[in-house]
């Protein structure tokens, strides 16, 4: 038998019993068989394991994890989160209806983003949200203008771009000076006088968010320090801060990574405000839901081919994006383990791109009709797939302990095209 290594999954509570592979007290075969294939498979338990470990690591001090929205927005998701009290990052004025709609509490929200549109400002201006992080002059006007208009006053903080290197993916890097996010350093202080005139802005706190699947803590230690010289220098000019937003980007574990864990990614951020008043603000998405989820996906055919032999399954770039964005690296692993010889495989979908990969050049004994788990895909997978080649997206399944939870149903074609016309 080929007994897979658990302790090398990085999903705590994915287990092999008896040669099958088990999330939580659930057999992802039952799983397929009740929901099919591709589905987004959820454990709650470490959901809330991960949700945990960042508020035990702030114990004792003023702070509020705000869960990034992007990396998984599905109401099932939001809603253990919410329970659990946390806060959310937003993006857009539709993350903060699935907030809202998922029981989350509109004074826990923070809303990010370049480009938001005076609409979505309204919206959350209505619903009373926690702040505004504003990424440039043009927002801190038209911000000003909106609230103006509704008779209001938006509670503010300025994005800044402290101009470190995450040392991450360079699509996924956001603090560097040639990045479209936030306001030059340099620029900070007057923008902040300015929003201290602005007469329909009340000045909250300062954010700032340096890039996604960061594997070191000292960018991060040196962008805080950056951050507390900024707020010292505003203080000195009468403008006091409720809040600093440190944003998210920790890291996880999809192959060999070894991500801080969340304490001690966070001991130099908290040794840098240590005794300081204003609140700590977080806005982990990754870290929270990647390693909480997978996708289970079905092999329909295997291909033998003269310089590589072909899985072809039923989940496709459509459904996972980042191994052909980013050339990410999945885990791959056959949810029956067989006593056949491995092979050496490529994980391919059946979408008409040779980008359409899963995985490449992994050893698999699997047979045609095996299931597989893609580890690590509980962030950035669902939000960021797509209908390509007219494939209805996954369903979404949380377990809880033995049971299991249907979060979202699986698209039909008919959804796809119901909102389009044949020319008469
Ligand atoms: N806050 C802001 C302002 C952000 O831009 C992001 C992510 C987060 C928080 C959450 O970062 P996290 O804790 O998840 O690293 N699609 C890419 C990741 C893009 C991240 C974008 N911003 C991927 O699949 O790797």
């Known amino acids: 038998m080929n007994t897979p290594d658990t302790s090398a999954w990085p999903t705590p509570t994915l287990h092999a019993r008896k040669g099958q592979l088990t999330l939580e007290e659930l057999a992802l075969t039952d799983i397929a068989e009740r929901f099919g294939t591709p589905t987004y498979v959820y454990s709650r338990a470490a959901l809330v394991g991960a949700f945990d470990a960042w508020r035990a690591a702030l114990a004792g001090r003023r702070a509020l994890v705000c869960y990034a929205v992007k990396a998984n927005s599905n109401l099932g998701i939001l809603s253990v989160f919410a329970r659990l009290g946390a806060g959310f990052d937003i993006v857009s004025g539709g993350e903060l209806e699935r907030v809202l709609a998922a029981g989350g509490s509109a004074a826990k929200v923070v809303f990010s983003g370049v480009g938001k549109t005076r609409a979505e400002m309204r919206q959350a201006l209505g619903a009373g949200i926690r702040c505004f992080n504003v990424e440039s002059a043009a927002e801190l006007e038209r911000l000003d203008a ?245 494939r209805p997206r996954a369903a979404e399944v949380i377990v809880d302990g033995a049971s299991a939870h249907l979060v979202r149903e699986r698209e039909t074609v008919a959804e796809l095209f119901a909102a389009e016309k044949p020319l008469a």
């Not at 008779?151 to 402290?162: E, K, S, W, Y």
């Not at 300062?206 to 010292?232: F, N, R, T, W, Y």
């Not at 008043?277 to 055919?301: D, H, K, M, Q, W």
């Not at 997978?381 to 080649?389: A, F, H, L, P």
């Open 146 to 390: 909106v609230a103006g208009e509704l008779g209001v006053r938006a509670p503010v903080a300025l994005r800044v771009n402290p101009d470190v290197d995450p040392k991450t993916h360079p699509y996924i890097s956001t603090g560097l000076k040639g990045n479209k996010f936030g306001v030059a350093f340099a620029d900070a202080l007057a923008l902040y006088r300015r929003a201290a005139a602005l007469p329909h802005l009340r000045i909250s706190g300062v954010a700032c968010h340096i890039g996604s699947q960061l594997l070191d803590p000292a960018p991060m230690a040196e962008a805080a320090q950056k951050v507390l010289g900024l707020v010292d220098r505003l203080a000195a000019q009468g403008i006091r801060l409720e809040h600093i937003d440190l944003g998210g980007g920790l890291g996880i574990r999809y192959r060999d990574e070894t991500p801080p864990a969340v304490a001690d990614y966070l001991a130099p951020l908290l040794a840098v405000f240590a005794g300081r008043p204003e609140e700590l603000c977080f806005e982990p998405g990754r870290s929270l839901v990647g390693n909480a989820g997978l996708l289970l996906t079905r092999i329909e055919y295997l291909k033998p081919g003269e310089e590589k032999n072909f899985a072809i399954v039923d989940a496709a770039m459509n459904d996972l994006a980042r191994p052909a964005l980013y050339d990410a690296w999945h885990d791959v692993v056959p949810v029956v383990a067989r006593d056949i010889a491995p092979q050496r495989y490529e994980v391919v979908g059946p979408i008409c791109e040779s980008g359409d990969f899963l995985a490449h050049d992994r050893r698999l004994a699997v047979a045609e009709g095996d299931l597989l788990a893609i580890l690590s895909a509980g962030a950035y997978g669902m939000t960021m797939s797509s209908n390509y080649n007219t």
